[in-house]
C-alpha cells in the first residue's frame, strides 16, 4: 500500500484507488444485509435478470423455429408470437418469486437463524447477552444506512470471529499469567498429542530422522511459594506467577505451549525435530528461572530472587507401547520426578529416561503409576543434572 501511495499521488490516481478499495470492499460484503427484506430485494434483482436473459433467449429461439422475426413492434406481432411474449413474462415472474422465495427461507435457515444461535452461545459465555437480540445489528456489520445493501467496513463473519476468539480466550487462557490453562491443556492439547500418537503409529518401524518430531512434558514448581504469600501478600505472589508466565513463555518461544496446571505448577508441552536432548532444555528452564524471577518488596527494597524444581519425562515414554500409556499418566510421571528434584534440594531438575518397554500390560501400568517401580524394575531410569547432560 505505501508503494502504491507513493507511486500515485496525482489527484486522478487517487480517486482511482478509492473507487477500487470500496468496489473490493462491495464484493467481499455482499451477503451482510441488516433487515430480511433487503436480502429479498438484492435476490429478486439477481433471479429478475437472470430469467429475463433466459427468457429472451428462450423468446429467440421460439422465433426462429417458427420462422418469425423476434424484432417487430407489438401491433405487428402474429397472436402466437403475442402468446408466447405473454406466457414468457407470467413464466419469469413467477420463477422469479418462487425462487426468491427459496433462497430466502435458505439464506434464513443456513446463515440467518445459525448466526442468532452462534451470537447467543458466543453471548452466554462472554456475558453480552443481547448479542441474539441485536442479530441484524451484527449481520449489516455496523452500516448506518437501512438502504445500504453493501457492508463497507467489516461483515458478520469478521464480528463472529471477533466474539469467538474474546470467548476462547477467556475460557483458555489464565489471567494472571497469561498462560494456558488447565482446561486448554485436558480439551485441545490432549486431543493433539492423542492424534500425533495415532499418526506416527505407521511409522514405527522406520529409523527416525530430522524430520521426525518430538515431544516432551516439562512440570515446573515454584519452591518456596507459599512464603511469598505468607510474608509478602498474595498481591506479591500474583507478580510472581505473572513473572513466571511470561519467563517461561520466552524460553519456550515457539516450540511449546505454557500451560498453568494450578496454583504455583506450570505445565510445558515442548514439539521439536528429532533429536531432542532433553535435560539440555530443563537446565535452560532452571538457569532463565533463576535469572529472571524475583520479587522485590516495596516497604523493605528486599529483593529475593526465586528458584524452581523441574521434572521431564518424553512423550510418548515408550516407542513400542504409544498408546498403553494415556496423556495424563505422563503428566503423572512428570509431576513425580518434579518431586524428586524438590526431595534433592529443590533449585534442580530431574527426568525419566526410557530404557526398554514392558511387555505385561500389568507392567506398564505399574511402571506408569510409579517412578520407583519402573526404576526398580529397569524400564527406565531418572536423569539427572551432570556435564555429561549439559554439554
Not at 415472474?93 to 427461507?105: E, H, K, N, V
Not at 471477533?162 to 482446561?183: H, L, M, P, Q, W
Request: include cysteine.
Amino acid at each position: 500500500m505505501t508503494k502504491l501511495l507513493a507511486k500515485y499521488k496525482s489527484l486522478s490516481a487517487g480517486i482511482f484507488m478509492k473507487k477500487s478499495i470500496k468496489n473490493k470492499n462491495r464484493r467481499m460484503a455482499i451477503g451482510s444485509w441488516e433487515y430480511m427484506w433487503q436480502a429479498a430485494a438484492f435476490l429478486f434483482a439477481c433471479v429478475s435478470i437472470f430469467s429475463f436473459l433466459i427468457g429472451l433467449f428462450t423468446y429467440i429461439s421460439l422465433c426462429i423455429f417458427h420462422g418469425l422475426s423476434p424484432v417487430l413492434p407489438w401491433g405487428s406481432m402474429s397472436s402466437l408470437q403475442q402468446s408466447i411474449i405473454g406466457s414468457l413474462i407470467l413464466i419469469v415472474c413467477l420463477f422469479s418469486l418462487l425462487m426468491t422465495l427459496l433462497l430466502i427461507i435458505l439464506y434464513d435457515r443456513l446463515i440467518y437463524s445459525p448466526v442468532k444461535y452462534l451470537l447467543g452461545e458466543v453471548g452466554n459465555i462472554t456475558g453480552d447477552r443481547d448479542l441474539s437480540d441485536n442479530v441484524d445489528q451484527y449481520l449489516r456489520g455496523g452500516r448506518k444506512s437501512l438502504f445500504d445493501l453493501y457492508n463497507p467496513r467489516r461483515s458478520w463473519v469478521d464480528r463472529v470471529q471477533e466474539y469467538v476468539n474474546r470467548a476462547s480466550k477467556e475460557r483458555y487462557f489464565d489471567e494472571i499469567t497469561g498462560c494456558f490453562n488447565r482446561k486448554y491443556f485436558s480439551q485441545v492439547l490432549t486431543e493433539i498429542l492423542k492424534t500425533h500418537i495415532l499418526c506416527s503409529l505407521s511409522q514405527r518401524m522406520i529409523p527416525r530422522t530430522n524430520a521426525n518430531i518430538c515431544y516432551g512434558m516439562y512440570l515446573i514448581d515454584i519452591d518456596h511459594f507459599k512464603q511469598i504469600n505468607d510474608e509478602f501478600g498474595h498481591m506479591y505472589g500474583d507478580q510472581v506467577l505473572a513473572l513466571v508466565g511470561q519467563t517461561l513463555r520466552s524460553v519456550i518461544g515457539s516450540e511449546g505451549v505454557v500451560v498453568r496446571n494450578g496454583g504455583e505448577e506450570f505445565l510445558i508441552i515442548v514439539c521439536k525435530n528429532y533429536p531432542m536432548n532433553y535435560s539440555v532444555l530443563a537446565e535452560k528452564i532452571r538457569k532463565e528461572f533463576c535469572d529472571g524471577v524475583y520479587v522485590t518488596y516495596l516497604k523493605t527494597q528486599e529483593i529475593r530472587p526465586l528458584t524452581c524444581s523441574v521434572g521431564f519425562v518424553p512423550f510418548p515414554l515408550f516407542e513400542n507401547s504409544q498408546t498403553r500409556i494415556s496423556v495424563q499418566q505422563h503428566v503423572d510421571l512428570a509431576d513425580q520426578a518434579m518431586y524428586m528434584a524438590k526431595n534433592c534440594g529443590r533449585n534442580t531438575w530431574r527426568g525419566i529416561e526410557p530404557l526398554f518397554p514392558p511387555l505385561l500390560e500389568e507392567e506398564i501400568q505399574r511402571s506408569a503409576a510409579s517412578v520407583e517401580y519402573g526404576i526398580e524394575a529397569g524400564y527406565f531410569r531418572m536423569e539427572e543434572p551432570n556435564l555429561f547432560d549439559l554439554v
